[in-house]
């Protein structure tokens, strides 16, 4: 069974940054296109940045330019700088691969932009 634990958050002023990883439990890790979610209150969870095993990237518009993401296939380790951090971008964010077939969830890290 895979663990993924999320690290990282807290609370920031707007404009400010996080930078959020992610430990993945598994030893086949760096065959996995990985991405970052986030899932606010009253919201469903969304797919934010996904990072194939190559390391091109994919952002969804409203994070494009100001988040990015990374890997350490060597650590299994996943990463999102998060840059110019907006009160919309309060959320729990969650890192998974970006598959049909997820692995089950970590408890995911609290990012909160708030004056």
């Known amino acids: 069974q895979v663990q993924l634990v999320e690290s990282g958050g807290g609370l920031v002023q707007p404009g400010g940054s996080l930078k959020l990883s992610c430990a993945v439990s598994?030893?086949?890790?760096?065959?996995?296109?990985m991405g970052w979610y986030r899932q606010a209150p009253g919201k469903q969870r969304e797919l934010l940045a996904s990072?194939?095993?190559?390391?091109?990237?994919t952002y969804a518009d409203s994070v494009k330019g100001r988040f990015t993401v990374s890997r350490d296939n060597n650590k299994r380790m996943v990463y999102l700088q998060m840059n110019s951090l907006e009160p919309e971008d309060t959320a729990v964010y969650y890192c998974?691969?970006?598959?049909?077939?997820?692995?089950?969830w970590g408890q995911g890290t609290q990012v909160t932009v708030s004056s």
């Open positions: 998974n691969r970006n598959s049909p077939a997820s692995w089950d």
């Open positions: 598994t030893s086949i890790f760096s065959i996995h296109t």
């Open positions: 990072i194939s095993t190559s390391g091109t990237t």
